[in-house]
């Protein structure tokens, strides 16, 4: 089946420094959503990609839909720590009606105040 | 609005035991997943239904049954629970008319252990 390839599996910054996650995969998908799960929590979508090439704010999250739709990336803007959580990328084929995320392993990002 | 609630929120059984973990939505969402949750394996679907009374397997479906008898309910069945089968379980829904986001709402997860 698809796999999605997520790095760096944890991060443990500084408040105020900027943030870079990835995801990679050996096939092409045709949406790239990133979520964000705190403790206890289910996960939350940040930020929805469409497009190949597409580059998507909110807020102080930035994320790109590489051109090879095989890849995407999600940049966090001056860490704060309520930025603390684990973040997911998840990959989509809508073939059909049948609608199935997969997604990669995550990554933890802890923020010291 | 609750959004997508799950019941119970913990749980522990022993090898063997049967149990049932009840996903339900008042979105009026036509599609609805079930995943596990564990440690350095991101979430795994288990089984997923497009709607009442039809469901389907995910990528690790063994060891578990579904059923969608009502559109707002999506139970998952364990029959005879494995310690393997401890994690945390997760329940999503879709709208099948929201082609602009693709959001999955997720519920705030089942926490189970099989001693």
């Known amino acids: 089946g698809q796999q999605l390839n997520q790095s760096p599996q944890s991060m443990f910054i500084q408040e105020g420094e900027d943030v870079s996650m990835n995801c990679t995969s050996s096939?092409?998908?045709?949406?790239w959503l990133w979520y964000k799960q705190e403790p206890g929590e289910g996960p939350v979508l940040l930020i929805a990609?469409?497009?190949?090439?597409e580059l998507t704010s909110n807020g102080r999250l930035t994320a790109q839909f590489g051109i090879t739709r095989k890849d995407s990336f999600l940049n966090i803007s001056a860490s704060i720590p309520s930025d603390v959580g684990i973040y997911f990328c998840a990959g989509l084929n809508s073939g059909g009606s049948n609608y199935k995320l997969t997604f990669g392993k995550g990554t933890l990002l802890t923020v010291n105040p | 609005n609750a959004g997508v609630t799950q019941t119970p929120k913990f749980r522990v059984l022993k090898t063997g035991q049967s149990m049932t973990l009840l996903c339900a939505q008042d979105m009026n969402h036509e599609y609805m997943y079930w995943y596990r949750q564990d440690p350095g394996m991101g979430l795994r679907l288990i089984h997923y239904s497009v709607g009442e009374g039809t469901t389907a397997k995910g990528e690790v479906p063994d060891g578990y049954n579904v059923s969608r008898l009502k559109k707002q309910n999506f139970l998952l069945g364990l029959e005879s629970a494995a310690p393997s089968q401890t994690s945390v379980y997760f329940c999503?829904?879709?709208?099948?008319?929201?082609?602009?986001?693709?959001?999955?709402?997720f519920g705030p997860g089942t926490r189970l252990t099989v001693l």
């Open positions: 990609l469409y497009k190949a090439g």
């Open positions: 096939s092409i998908f045709n949406t």
């Open positions: 999503a829904s879709r709208s099948l008319r929201d082609r602009v986001t693709d959001t999955q709402y």
